[in-house]
């Protein structure tokens, strides 16, 4: 082994805690581990990166690497690794990072293993596990490519502990690819409503169709439409979920039933075909647990559910299920949580 590259993931400076979570991966399969810091002005994150481990940084500082492109971010990262043939590159299973990953494995000639959960060294090569199937099956593989590009789950890895001591080397790298020869311009960024992100959230609670079941909720007059009515509800009680979300520090989830049905946006959703999230603590409100909702957070440490119906499925991967109306429950744990947290 010549070392492991992380790639960090940040946006404008801001690291997703998930790099850092891939720094301490790296260094579970031995060698240096060298951190690729791309962007402008993020000269800041090279020390960070060695506060969590980093033996090195590659920091790429150019302004048409201020904005992340994926053509610019990946051509830079096959150049260096063309160059200096690292054994494996672990990112974040980030949007970015998945981007990346792909876009630099065709340059590459090489792969990708996506969302790991498990990493360590086979000899020369690396083994990685990661979900197939939906979460079903878990899938050992042995990776004898170089290098190997692996994405790693986020919180699979637990979060590292920063040692302040801890420096390096910075050795900069020129941009790849000149401003004129890409073909993409970030004009703008809008800021999307949420208070804490779902994939680094240590608790999540989440809604489901159930949380659209209260008729004892009356919408003002003028919403005469049923599925306006529905939908009222429903946003009602995701803000008594967003209460007790708050009262934790969560972030709020949902079912893609809810997303759906317009109860809240896609943002929100967890699941197969929404985020895959692996938090301490996740409480399942009015969801049923299909499979797809299951592949989104299977690997919660802790699942808690409250479900009208006792034979809900989500009761048989719970550790804790509440059988019972999630209008009765939620406020009476918000308060509960309330009290128990002024004293
Ligand atoms: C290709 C594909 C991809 C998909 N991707 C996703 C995905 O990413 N995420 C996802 O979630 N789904 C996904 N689905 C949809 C999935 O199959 C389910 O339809 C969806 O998860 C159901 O959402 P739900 O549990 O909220 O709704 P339901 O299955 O309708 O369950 C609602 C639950 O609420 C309970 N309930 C009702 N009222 C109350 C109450 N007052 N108090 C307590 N409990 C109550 C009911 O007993 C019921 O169990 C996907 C489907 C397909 C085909």
Redesign the pocket.
């Known amino acids: 082994m010549t070392g492991t590259w992380v790639y960090v993931d940040h946006f404008k400076g801001a690291a997703l805690p998930a790099s850092y979570e891939a720094i301490a991966a790296a260094k579970t399969l031995g060698g240096p581990v060298t951190a690729l810091i791309f962007g402008e002005g993020v000269e800041g994150l090279a020390q960070t990166a060695f506060h969590y481990g980093a033996d090195e940084v590659l920091l790429g500082e150019d302004a048409s690497l201020a904005d992340y492109r994926a053509e610019a971010y990946a051509s830079l990262l096959s150049k260096l690794a063309k160059e200096q043939q690292p054994d494996a590159v672990l990112f974040p299973t980030s949007t970015r990072g998945r981007e990346i990953a792909a876009m630099a494995a065709i340059d590459l000639d090489s792969g990708v293993l996506p969302d790991v959960t498990e990493i360590s060294k086979d000899g020369d090569s690396i083994s990685a596990t990661h979900p197939i199937y939906a979460g079903k099956l878990l899938s050992k593989v042995t990776v004898s490519a170089k290098p190997a590009l692996i994405t790693l789950r986020g919180r699979a890895f637990g979060k590292p502990v920063a040692d302040t001591s801890r420096s390096g080397n910075v050795t900069k790298v020129a941009a790849a690819m000149a401003e004129g020869d890409l073909h993409t311009k970030v004009v703008d960024y809008a800021t999307v409503e949420g208070r804490v992100s779902l994939a680094d959230a240590g608790v999540i609670v989440s ?8 008729p004892a909720l009356t919408p003002p007059a003028e919403i005469t439409d049923e599925k306006e009515k529905e939908i009222w509800r429903a946003q009602q009680g995701f803000l008594m979920i967003g209460e007790l979300a708050q009262a934790m520090g969560a972030a709020v989830g ?7 049905a317009g109860y809240i946006p896609y943002a929100n ?7 895959v999230v692996s938090p301490d603590l996740y409480i ?10 299951l ?2 957070m299977r690997t919660s440490k802790v699942i808690v559910a ?4 006792p034979d ?3 009761f048989k991967l719970a550790r804790f299920g509440v059988v ?6 939620v406020p009476a744990l918000t308060k509960a949580l309330k009290e128990r947290l002024s004293k």
């Open positions: 809604g489901g169709r159930g949380v659209a079941n209260n949902a079912s893609r039933a809810a997303v759906d959703q967890v699941g197969q075909t929404g985020k399942a409100l009015g969801i049923s647990g299909a499979i797809q909702h592949a989104g409250v479900n009208k119906d809900a499925p989500i019972g109306d999630l209008y009765e429950i």
